[in-house]
């Protein structure tokens, strides 16, 4: 009976990967099998491993350093090769994946510059691989009520978007304890993190970006901003210093058997530092950024993302020809790192806020405004994930009236409004999509 199961290998074991392994040992076991596990640490490997026994009574996989990929494919055979590496080691895994006779599925953003971008369309030309990438937040309740208005064009023809998220300083923060802060690593927020607002609004419009401005500095984080602040930090990491026990910003490894297994006892093989001050020294990562962008449909477009609020979420209009849509979603108010544990400030008061903080507004040209229900998601991403694994790992899917799944065109079209912002808070002046990566007309 295993033989007729889809078989799937998993490169880079930190914290993401856990939601693969999990829907493909538990959920989807049925129809598909996890063959083998890859990762510059075999400590993050054996905690992974141990976990699978003792959580899903499984036996261990087979683990192979990064520098036995190509060996792990020839032993184990998968037909899928999953990547949660490291972002800029995405294109390594996908299109090695993809030449020895694998499809993949990457996690977002699909890589962090245009060069890595071509050389992924050149191997899936060259192949016939497929790749798929898991934009989540695509399959979220409320992403997918704003799709099914523009598709029933309850606004006309859109014309012009205004996309504001901010992340608080529970989830901000964290992007600058992490491998994140250094651009060459991440692509900064505008590809890491940004990568799920731009795909949500290419997705809803259904077109691609054109041209493009941005700006963007380091204004919260890191050390000088602290010292103009009046504030100095003399440590570099969190965990075991005692003069950070009352910073509000410390994440400690030891306090959480998660990340002391994926991170703190994986230091030894992977050098890796999780918990680094985010009011330390060299990070090259924007928090606050601004883009305006043209689309290929004449669609205008601005967007921000701040890394450091008091509460977390988004705000979205999407204005048409015939009306116009106002989305607002409050994720998290008060938040904060406790003893390695997220908890929340003022409970009580916080979940009011978020409770009248969820709403999808239509505003007719020559009508009455209303109001649309929003149904509740179950899981993480408001319950995206749940519905996405689903599509992935399930023979038979629902059907999809939204199409959902993310190919690697749709990877490109999201990452590269944010490489082009980044060249252009480089150089000052706006940018050609199309000089970065040709994508096919829609």
Request: hydrophobic share 35%; with cysteine.
């Amino acid at each position: 009976m295993s033989n007729t199961k889809k078989r799937y290998a998993l490169v880079g074991t930190g914290g993401r990967a856990q939601m693969f392994i999990d829907a493909i040992l538990r959920e989807y076991a049925e129809w598909n099998e996890l063959v083998a596990l890859c990762d510059l640490s075999q400590t993050r490997m054996d905690w992974h491993n141990q976990r699978i026994a003792d959580v899903h009574n499984a036996a261990p996989l087979p683990t192979y350093h990064a520098d036995d990929f190509d060996r792990m494919v020839a032993e184990t055979k998968p037909d899928v090769v999953i990547v949660t590496s490291m972002d800029s080691t995405h294109h390594i895994y996908i299109c090695r994946a993809m030449e020895l006779g694998c499809d993949a599925i990457s996690e977002k953003p699909m890589t962090i510059d245009d060069a890595k971008a071509r050389q992924i369309f050149e191997t899936i030309e060259r192949t016939g691989q497929k790749l798929r990438v898991t934009f989540n937040y695509r399959y979220a309740p409320q992403a997918t009520a704003v799709r099914e208005l523009i598709m029933n064009g309850v606004i006309g023809s859109p014309k012009a978007v205004d996309f504001e998220w901010v992340l608080d300083t529970r989830h901000g923060a964290d992007y600058f304890r992490r491998w994140h802060r250094e651009k060459d690593k991440s692509g900064g927020l505008l590809v890491h993190k940004a990568t799920h607002h731009f795909d949500l609004i290419n997705w809803w419009i259904a077109s691609y970006p054109k041209r493009v401005f941005a700006m963007g500095d380091l204004q919260f984080y890191g050390r000088k901003n602290a010292e103009a602040r009046g504030e100095h930090y003399d440590y570099d990491r969190y965990t075991g210093v005692e003069a950070a026990a009352d910073d509000p910003f410390a994440l400690r490894l030891d306090d959480n058997p998660s990340l002391r297994g994926l991170y703190l006892e994986a230091e030894k093989d992977s050098g890796y530092l999780r918990d680094r001050n985010v009011f330390g020294d060299n990070i090259s990562a924007e928090d606050t950024m601004s883009v305006t962008a043209r689309y290929r449909n004449g669609v205008i477009l601005t967007y921000s993302l701040v890394a450091y609020s008091p509460w977390e979420g988004y705000r979205v209009a999407v204005t048409g020809d015939k009306g116009r849509i106002e989305v607002e979603l409050i994720e998290a108010v008060g938040r904060t790192f406790v003893t390695g544990q997220e908890e929340s400030l003022a409970e009580t008061e916080a979940e009011e806020v978020i409770s009248r903080g969820k709403h999808i507004w239509v505003f007719p040209m020559h009508g009455t405004p209303y109001n649309v229900p929003i149904e509740e998601g179950v899981g993480g991403h408001g319950g995206g994930d749940r519905v996405m694994l689903e599509q992935i790992f399930h023979p038979n899917p629902p059907e999809d009236p939204f199409h959902r799944a993310a190919s690697h065109i749709d990877g490109a079209s999201s990452i590269l409004m944010g490489i082009a912002a980044n060249k252009s808070i480089a150089t000052g002046q706006a940018v050609e999509v199309d000089e970065l990566l040709k994508l096919p007309e829609q």
